[in-house]
């Protein structure tokens, strides 16, 4: 087999945080997306950046392996190599920065850097069976452990924040309340587990009151801490005896949150198709909202598989595509950028 013009293979490094990850795109369809997840962060309740950057080192030769077998193509094929420049952890990035730019340059390809943010956005764009991909204009809400942002999508490289958090990330909010909860971290898929079996309206929480398309989480959290304490001194079992109510209540909160400000965006913008992204994105309560805004509201909402909803190379892939199109290469001496925003 022989690389043709019509035949673009990508391949794409993503180690911005604690997943180390390769993927192999032919064009805009997925070969291979190999995820390994580092779960020595579990101990700590939290990513260890420390930890997480010495993790991806071992993990990312193995990763590329297997995405270039699983993908069944030699690495002779690859006709450009893409890579998270950022943000995120610098130690992390470093690693995959590194590796990208000696493989391009042991490979004699092209190199292209990809922020981690628009891959998220534009990962409605890999080309699968059960996945339809949005139409300019569309609304963007990007919600995970590290980020929360609503983003105007004008095209696939301009892009506009409408609003993002100004403290915790939508996944810290979970992951800090199921801490409260004594559940283990990452929190966020439990308290969701049985937030689904328990009474949304048990216990009012106080919702923020933040200007714009802004978000804040970290009084929900303060709200949470507080009222644990003082049901617990009343009953020190009050958490297990009502763990469902309480994970109801909370998740109730945060979907409303989000909800309310992603209407405002749609109403104000005139805009109905509403797409997410980011790990958050598995929760039930957010994609029953949307489902629900489609039937009540007439919006069109996306969700992209969940495969690329939590960190993966194969968002960084499809963005290493669209700018291979474009031409838009960078070289050897780019380096990682823990804060990047989406308009740099
Ligand atoms: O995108 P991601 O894999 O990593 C980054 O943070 O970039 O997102 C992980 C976050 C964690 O905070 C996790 O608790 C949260 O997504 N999460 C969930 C659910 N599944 C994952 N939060 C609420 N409900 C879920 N079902
Ligand atoms: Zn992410």
Redesign the pocket.
């Known amino acids: 087999m022989t690389n043709t013009d019509k035949n673009i293979y990508i391949l794409a490094i993503e180690s911005s945080?604690d997943?180390t990850s390769a993927a192999v795109l032919l064009n805009k369809k997925k070969l291979s997306n190999v995820i390994a997840t580092q779960k020595i962060h579990e101990a700590f309740g939290g990513v260890v950046p420390e930890l997480a950057s010495r993790a991806h080192q071992q993990n990312i030769v193995p990763a590329v392996h297997q995405a270039l077998a699983k993908a069944n193509i030699d690495k002779k094929l690859v006709s450009a190599i893409a890579f998270t420049r950022g943000p995120g952890l610098m130690g992390s990035l470093l690693v995959g920065t590194s590796f990208a730019k000696s493989m391009a340059l042991g490979l004699n390809v092209p190199l292209i850097e990809v922020n981690h943010m628009q891959a998220h956005i534009l990962s409605h764009f890999i080309e699968e069976e059960e996945m339809e991909a949005p139409s300019f204009p569309f609304i963007a809400l990007t919600i995970?452990?590290?980020?929360t942002q609503i983003v105007l999508v004008k095209d696939y490289f301009d892009m506009e924040v409408l609003g993002e958090t100004l403290d915790d990330?939508v996944?810290?909010a979970?992951?800090k309340s199921a801490k409260i909860l004594g559940l283990p971290y990452?929190?966020?898929?439990l308290?969701?587990k049985y937030a689904q079996l328990g009474n949304p309206k048990a216990f009012p929480f106080p919702k923020p009151k933040v200007e714009g398309y802004n978000f804040s989480f970290s009084g929900l959290k303060t709200s949470i801490l507080y009222f644990i304490q003082r049901e617990t001194k009343k009953n020190p079992h009050f958490i297990e005896e009502n763990l469902n109510d309480i994970c109801a209540s909370i998740q109730y909160t945060i979907v409303g949150i989000l909800m309310h400000k992603l209407e405002k965006a749609v109403q104000q913008l005139g805009i109905k198709q509403v797409a997410i992204g980011?790990?958050?994105s598995?929760?039930?309560a957010i994609r029953k909202a949307l489902k629900e805004r489609e039937k009540t509201l007439g919006w069109k909402t996306y969700i992209p598989k969940f495969e690329y909803?939590?960190?993966n190379a194969a968002m960084i892939g499809i963005v290493g595509y669209l700018k291979y199109l474009d031409g838009d290469f960078t070289n050897q001496g780019t380096v990682a950028k823990a804060r990047y925003k989406i308009t740099d």
């Open positions: 945080c997943d995970s452990g590290g980020h990330a996944g810290e979970y992951d990452p929190g966020g898929p308290v969701d980011g790990g958050v598995a929760n039930s909803c939590t960190d």
